[in-house]
């Protein structure tokens, strides 16, 4: 068997991909279906779950990655204060050996399960995976220690957890969204350089859209059943910023950095409810994305710099945040 080094891949512009990879290394209609269903009071007021939190920023194969550590710090912190049991695991702790024990250890949970990963992301044809910092060089079709699309679901169906979130700031993301059941209405590849009529869905297609992505999830295999919160798309990059910038999201990554803003921000409550849930944190985190990062990088060369997270999982919606 040929062993193959992967090179690291290289940082663009101010900010630095989440991405590994061998070679150097808006249309948001279909929500409104998912929000109409749900736009009931949620019946506790307390957010209880379990958090799981992976943090990989000091890798040896690859370019290391110095915000995600402060991204899963901050995150946990976060949820810890919102009353998640949440379990920090980073760096050389935080391998698909340890994911899958602490799964395992959750089987038949019934409160929701939280995962949230910030690190490499890495993409094939037909698979997605998040790269922990143990990762491996490829031999053959081997992919030692990466975390699959196909394991992590998998994972989820065997150890019965019932009520999984999924939260990833990294390249590709969007490939762990389950059985294909987006509601975000954003194409894959979300290009802000093709005309609208090429590239985004308009409004006189919310109909179709709306059937559309009804009908998806009642045929649709569901797989583990998960809300997905991913930073990009399934071909996209994910970005952090260096921590020398004078950004307001300086150190962080941009996905991360306005999730967590979305628990003390108002107008990511949008029923006023004085709680954020998934749905909502993503509305709000999608639209700040593309207000300031998108706009601030709208005249790059580089169409990569330009991302939108995506958000899938069928018709299900979690409390996420409490808001003083």
């Known amino acids: ?181 987006a509601y975000d209405g954003i194409p894959a590849d979300y290009n802000p350089w093709v005309t609208p009529s090429e590239d985004t869905p308009a409004f006189s297609q919310v109909g179709a859209l709306l059937a559309g992505a009804f009908q998806a999830w009642l045929g649709a295999d569901n797989g583990s059943g998960a809300v997905v919160l991913a930073a990009a798309g399934p071909p996209e990059l994910s970005w952090e910023e260096n921590t020398a910038s004078s950004l307001p999201y300086a150190g962080h990554g941009i996905f991360t950095w306005f999730l967590l803003a979305a628990a003390t921000d108002p107008l990511a409550d949008r029923d006023g409810d004085g709680f954020v849930s998934t749905v909502e944190a993503y509305l709000y985190t999608r639209t700040k994305l593309d207000e300031e990062w998108n706009k601030l990088h709208s005249r790059s060369s580089d169409p990569e710099l330009v991302y939108l997270p995506r958000q899938s999982g069928g018709l299900r919606d979690y409390l996420l945040f409490s808001q003083p």
């Not at 799964?103 to 094939?124: D, K, M, R």
């Not at 990294?170 to 059985?179: D, L, M």
């Open 1 to 181: 068997m040929k062993a193959v080094n992967w090179p690291a891949p290289g940082q663009r512009a101010a900010g630095c991909s989440r991405v590994a990879r061998l070679d150097h290394l808006a249309g948001l209609v279909s929500l409104a279906l998912s929000l109409v269903l749900i736009a009931c009071a949620f019946p506790q007021p307390k957010i209880l779950g379990t958090a799981i939190v992976f943090g990989a920023s000091d890798y040896t194969l690859f370019k290391d990655l110095p915000a995600t550590m402060a991204d899963a710090i901050a995150m946990d912190a976060l949820l810890t204060e919102q009353g998640w049991d949440s379990r920090l695991i980073v760096n050389t702790e935080a391998t698909a050996a340890r994911l899958k024990a602490e799964l395992a250890s959750l089987t038949g949970n019934t409160q929701p399960v939280l995962f949230y990963y910030a690190g490499h992301g890495y993409i094939e044809p037909e698979e997605t995976f998040l790269v922990p910092v143990d990762a491996s060089p490829f031999v053959d079709n081997l992919r030692p220690n990466l975390i699959s699309s196909r394991d992590l679901h998998g994972w989820l169906v065997e150890y019965d957890i019932r009520h999984p979130i999924l939260i990833l700031d990294s390249c590709y993301s969007g490939g762990f969204a389950p059985g294909g059941v």
